[in-house]
């Protein structure tokens, strides 16, 4: 049977604890009295230590600067950076058998560089499965290769990566976990290389990332004002061995995104992408249209079905007149068809992936005035997942995140209501899983 505990490992997922077995319910326990005033306090104190320092009012260009990263160039084509990132968080979860915990979610080494005029290599680093430090766990702890692309770089039109990189669908997963407006932000159901743990027999990728290679491009088509950007590939996908998995023919996943920017152009680097801009990019509005394909994709040996995942999303950012701040919209919606029969959830080496629809939107404001350090950034979020062959679950969350400096340094205080928590990855017909109350305190920063 398969073992929906591994699944729910993944560092930077919505569910870092999903149930072990389809059968089993997980029993949260009765509300604890003191958990929402403990959390209430933290956030207060928080809170009046920062208001105790200067406020300040600062237009948004002038308050969140990217910072270069450490460059060693031989001449202006022969260039390398190196840069880091850490972000974690302290969970509290209303309840009496799960431990108050922290949480390490990303650690990351950045590795850029540049070998000729049109030539460039990324690699990057992670700790996979980082808070996996006990002898029984699975998948272990491991710190190693996350991205190792080669890089043609021509021109804004046509470009070519290959190696391991991130599959170009949604949104949330190309601007990863750091370049989030929320911290805790994977809530809707993974792609395959991301519901995937590994790569080779029985895995698709890990952390959103396969082997393959990536065309992507912009042009301005003129009929309607604005610019659209590309993004297609082949990767390998969900590979199999010849006893288990679905993939008996070795069929290949092929995936594609077209965003259109009707505002201001989205500037990021390749086809990666940001959640929010704090407002630096000015007013943007983009329309995006992402799929995922791959013959064979999901379900077990004997109960196998083609895997196709449609999603759609949209970012709204407006920088409000006379100073008064940045509102940022985020919105997204899946449709995944993967028609496998339900037993195959007890098949061994099941890739039960997903087959449903699910949405999820984020209101986000950033408050124009800078009070100590950084502005306060107050968000509500509503996310609905509802499977075919199992049970719906929802979450609502409201928190403030406290912005720094950008991306690069920031706090979250946060509380989410629901039952995502508890179901977590398993879409197997008989999970259950109780509505609980979770408060989380996280921190980023990076370089």
Same mark, same amino acid.
């Given at each position: 049977m398969k073992n929906f505990e591994e699944m729910g490992y993944k560092v930077h997922s919505y569910a870092a604890i999903s149930a072990e077995r389809p059968s089993r319910q997980i029993d949260f326990g009765k509300r604890s009295e003191g958990f929402l005033a403990q959390a209430v306090l933290l956030v207060a !104190? $928080?809170?009046?230590?920062?208001?105790?320092?200067?406020?300040?009012?600062?237009?948004?260009?002038d308050d969140f600067k990217v910072i270069s990263k450490p460059k060693w160039a031989i001449d202006d084509t022969k260039w390398m950076t190196i840069g880091m990132g850490f972000r974690g968080s302290g969970v509290w979860a209303e309840a009496r058998n799960y431990r108050n915990d922290f949480s390490i979610d990303n650690a990351r080494l950045y590795v850029n560089g540049q070998v000729h005029e049109y030539v460039k290599f990324e690699i990057n680093t992670?700790?996979?499965?980082?808070?996996?430090?006990?002898?029984?766990?699975?998948?272990? @702890?491991?710190?190693?290769?996350?991205? %190792?692309?080669?890089?043609?770089?021509?021109?804004?039109? $046509?470009?070519?990566?290959?190696?391991? @990189? =991130?599959?170009?669908?949604?949104?949330?997963?190309?601007?990863?976990?750091?370049f989030q407006a929320t911290h805790d932000a994977f809530k809707t159901p993974f792609f395959s290389q991301d519901f995937s743990t590994k790569f080779g027999s029985g895995g698709a990728g890990r952390y959103?990332?396969?082997?393959?290679?990536?065309?992507?491009g912009s042009v301005e088509p003129g009929f309607i004002k604005?610019?659209?950007g590309y993004a297609v590939g082949v990767y390998r996908g969900l590979q199999s061995s010849t006893t288990l998995g679905p993939n008996q023919g070795n069929d290949v996943l092929w995936a594609g995104?077209?965003?259109y920017n009707f505002? &201001?152009?989205?500037? &990021?680097?390749?086809?990666?992408?940001?959640?929010?801009?704090?407002?630096? !990019?000015?007013?943007? $509005? !983009? =329309? !995006?249209?992402?799929?995922?394909?791959?013959?064979?994709?999901?379900?077990?040996?004997?109960?196998r079905s083609d895997f196709l995942g449609l999603v759609g999303d949209l970012l709204f950012e407006k920088v409000l007149p006379? &100073? =008064?701040?940045?509102?940022?919209?985020?919105?997204?919606?899946?449709?995944?068809? %993967?028609?496998?029969?339900?037993? %195959?959830?007890a098949d061994p080496g099941c890739f039960c992936m997903f087959d449903g629809k699910s949405w999820t939107v984020t209101g986000l404001y950033l408050i124009p005035v800078k009070v100590g350090i950084g502005k306060f950034q107050p968000y509500g979020r509503f996310t609905s997942i509802q499977p075919n062959n199992s049970s719906n679950r929802q979450e609502i969350e409201g928190g403030v995140n406290y912005i720094i400096d950008g991306f690069n340094a920031r706090i979250s205080a946060y509380y989410q209501h629901g039952d995502l928590y508890t179901k977590?990855?398993?879409?197997?017909?008989?999970?259950?899983?109780?509505?609980?109350?979770?408060f989380k305190l996280s921190f980023q920063i990076q370089m």
């Open positions: !104190a $928080l809170i009046v230590g920062f208001s105790s320092l200067t406020t300040q009012v600062h237009a948004a260009d992670e700790c996979f499965f980082c808070n996996n430090t006990h002898s029984n766990d699975s998948p272990k @702890m491991s710190y190693n290769i996350l991205d %190792a692309i080669g890089k043609v770089e021509i021109n804004r039109y $046509l470009n070519f990566w290959g190696g391991r @990189m =991130l599959v170009p669908t949604e949104r949330g997963e190309l601007s990863g976990p750091f959103g990332r396969d082997d393959g290679g990536t065309y992507w604005g610019t659209l995104r077209f965003t505002l &201001n152009p989205e500037k &990021n680097p390749g086809y990666y992408t940001s959640s929010t801009y704090f407002g630096k !990019a000015g007013d943007i $509005l !983009a =329309l !995006a249209f992402g799929a995922s394909y791959q013959r064979n994709g999901a379900g077990s040996f004997a109960h006379k &100073n =008064l701040g940045v509102t940022t919209l985020n919105a997204e919606y899946k449709q995944f068809y %993967a028609n496998y029969n339900a037993a %195959a959830f977590g990855l398993n879409y197997a017909p008989d999970v259950t899983g109780q509505k609980v109350d979770v």
